[in-house]
């Protein structure tokens, strides 16, 4: 099902670039002004118009995307949300706290809101949980799902609802749909890192791995691993450890059909092979900057 891309406005919501006057010396050294400023990944308060559309990028998995050109310009740049839908569906990524207005009025196009009953992402950031406390207050019976680092570190504190901890590896059934909790601390970044993985659709919902920026279609072929390499160059978004590749290696031995990328298409090639090319490239730059 697609439905249909509307036009929204937010009161005061735009991704705007911003100076560096403010910043330590150090940061406005050649080369990383610029990183910085592609770093710019929060929507401002000004008035500024925004797309976001829905689609389903597997079976019962809803893709709600908006593209903020702003970002990562020319190319521009997308926040997605997934909704599963299962009898209590869960929401992957609530998005910034600027942008709750828009996604949760793009969510009810498929769902009252009020029905969810399970919010997971990520890791701790604005744009995988800005909006977290207001999804539960719109979502009454909703609970954030993560995993123990995420729980006990930040979300006992941050969120407005006790948590339900995930262990690694651990089933989460929300009826008709089977989402199993993977621990990948620091990859792409976070001590708390984690994934979910579809069992029924067979879809890895892998958060920021495979970023890349423009506004493609909701599910491509194309080679995603190139372009992720593109998007490492310019933001430099990854922690680069001896386990990044190992990690992400035991995601591709769960032979995903589909990946959910949080910023970009998503993709329905061979996902695995996607997933060990993309250790493999990790690996290089990792043995590149240690001169081995
Ligand atoms: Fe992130
Ligand atoms: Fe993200």
């Known amino acids: ?23 330590p010396r150090r940061t406005q050294q050649a080369g990383l002004q610029g990183r910085m400023e592609m770093l ?6 000004k008035g500024r118009t925004m797309d976001t559309r829905i689609d389903e990028v597997a079976a019962g998995i809803y893709r709600i995307s908006t593209f903020v050109p702003e970002v990562a310009a020319p190319a521009g740049f997308t926040f997605n949300q997934f909704l599963v839908l299962g009898q209590e569906p869960l929401l992957f990524h609530c998005g910034h706290r600027r942008m709750f207005p828009l996604v949760s009025a793009a969510l009810a196009r498929v769902l009252p809101p009020e029905r969810l009953r399970w919010i997971s992402f990520g890791h701790i950031e604005a744009d995988e949980c800005g909006a977290m406390n207001e999804w539960l207050r719109i979502a009454p019976h909703a609970t954030i799902a993560h995993g123990a680092i995420a729980s006990r ?34 990859v792409p970044h976070g001590w708390e890192a984690g994934v979910l993985f579809e069992e029924t659709s067979e879809t890895l919902l892998c958060g920021d791995l495979f970023t890349h920026p423009g506004n493609g279609p909701s599910v491509t072929q ?15 978004y990854s922690s680069l450890t001896p386990t990044t590749g190992p990690t992400i290696r035991r995601l591709a031995g769960l032979a995903p059909r589909t990946l959910a990328v949080m910023h970009g298409s998503s993709y329905a090639g061979d996902c695995g092979q996607a997933l060990r090319d993309l250790a493999d490239r990790y690996d290089q730059r990792i043995r590149a900057a240690l001169g081995s």
């Open 222 to 236: 194309a080679d995603v691993v190139g372009p992720a390499m593109v998007a490492e160059d310019t933001f430099g």
């Open 153 to 186: 570190v930040s979300l006992d504190d941050m969120a407005d609802r006790a948590p339900r901890t995930l262990a690694d590896g651990e089933v989460l059934d929300i009826g008709g749909k089977r989402l199993r909790y993977l621990d990948t601390p620091h």
């Open 1 to 23: 099902m697609t439905t249909k891309g509307r036009r929204a406005v937010l009161d005061d919501s735009v991704i705007s670039r911003r100076t560096l006057s403010g910043l």
């Open 40 to 45: 710019i990944l929060v929507p401002q308060r």
